[in-house]
């Protein structure tokens, strides 16, 4: 059987060869047909999903939330000691060094990842901004991000974190950190259709079993998962979820 893998568009490019490594993995170990998706973008992304095409999906929270409640998705596994993070950066230099330095009307680079900007609007709050005082910039990388930032078209740019930190040492020399979120219990999840349930147990036994055999950490290491996976109950999902919801009050 094929099952097609998708992996957001969310990810620094540095790990694209480690997801092509743990797919060639998973297939070798389950016999199953592993097909990988890597979208460029979210527009790309819904039009997969809305074509019914993904079967297996490694997915921020916002969307999990989603995928789960309205697309029939199942929770399988989630990184082991990855929670997602999210960074709000400007130019080396700039004006901002707080929060509370960025005015209604300040322009903001993100890209169309909810969990990031969700939280983003939560770090600024104490300078009394809502969504309708940012005049949204929106980009389709986080590359586009730091590039805004870095020529002083935007006031800031949101960034998931590890992405940010992922950044090249040059690029990082040229943003400053205003400020980087720390609330540590929410993480992308690695979803399954329940159309492949007869092989959801074999899928995750041999997920989460990576990182056990010789030349394994070597994935890892590619993916910067060095802790590898874990299961996650499907109530531990469904309350991650919940939580997001908070974050949309």
Sequence with gaps: MKLNFLVEPDFAPERFAGWHMLSSLLQSRTGLHMHLMTPATAHEQAELLSGGKVDVIYANPFDAATLMRELGFCSMAAPVGKPDEMVIATAAGSAVQRVEDLRPGARIALTNNRDVKLIGLRLLEPADLTEADV??????????AARLAMKGE????????????????????????????????????????????????????????????????????????????????????????????????
Excluded: K
Aim: aromatic share 8%.
């Design 154 to 249: 935007v006031d800031a740019s949101f960034f998931l974190a590890e992405t940010f930190h992922s950044l090249s040492r040059i690029t990082r020399s040229q943003l400053s950190v205003v400020i980087e979120s720390a609330i540590g219990n929410i993480t992308h999840v690695l979803l399954a259709h329940q159309r492949i349930q007869p092989h959801m147990e074999a899928f995750r036994t041999a997920l989460i079993g990576v990182g056990q055999q010789p030349n394994d950490q070597e994935v890892l290491q590619a993916l910067g998962i060095p802790g590898g996976f874990a299961a996650m109950p499907q109530e531990d999902a469904e309350f991650m979820a919940d939580l997001m919801d908070t974050l949309l009050d």
């Design 135 to 144: 005049q949204w910039v929106p980009v389709d990388t986080y590359q586009a």
